[in-house]
């Protein structure tokens, strides 16, 4: 096989989905799911069905433009379903789709790791903080 042009190099890397190009649809992906807020959405859904209301109360600080934001967002990626129920005040829950419920582990063990890691990185940018001001 001959020598490959950097351009070419890059087509076969595109088609071979390799996230850290831009070219690559994986990469818009991985920027999604790297969401603090797309997170946070999938932890407050991991337990079931919720309403708007209830997302709003459970993930403290997302203004209602991100939450929106971020749920349409996930709808249309496929992660999370939206269920309109017409009646006198529209009802609308917002739950996990199968591919949304295969993102669980994942997701669950970043939060878990934030959690239970915190303090260490607290520790770190106090320290970084002193030596760079």
């Known amino acids: 096989m001959g020598t490959m042009t950097a351009a070419t190099r890059r087509e076969l890397d595109r088609h071979e ?35 708007y209301s209830e997302l709003s109360r459970t993930i403290a600080g997302a203004s209602q433009k991100m939450l929106t934001q971020t749920l349409r967002t996930l709808e249309r990626d496929g992660l999370i379903s939206r269920e309109v129920t017409p009646s006198v005040l529209v009802r609308v829950d917002y739950e996990l789709t199968p591919l949304g419920q295969s993102l669980l582990p994942i997701s669950r063990g970043i939060k ?22």
């Open 112 to 133: 878990a790791w934030a959690e239970s890691h915190i303090d260490a990185v607290d520790s770190s940018r106090a320290t970084y903080d002193s030596v760079h001001p």
């Open 17 to 51: 989905y390799n996230a850290n190009l831009r070219e690559c649809p994986g990469h818009q992906l991985l920027a999604t799911l790297s969401d603090k807020w797309v997170m946070l959405v999938l932890s407050a859904l991991a337990d079931g069905p919720q309403r």
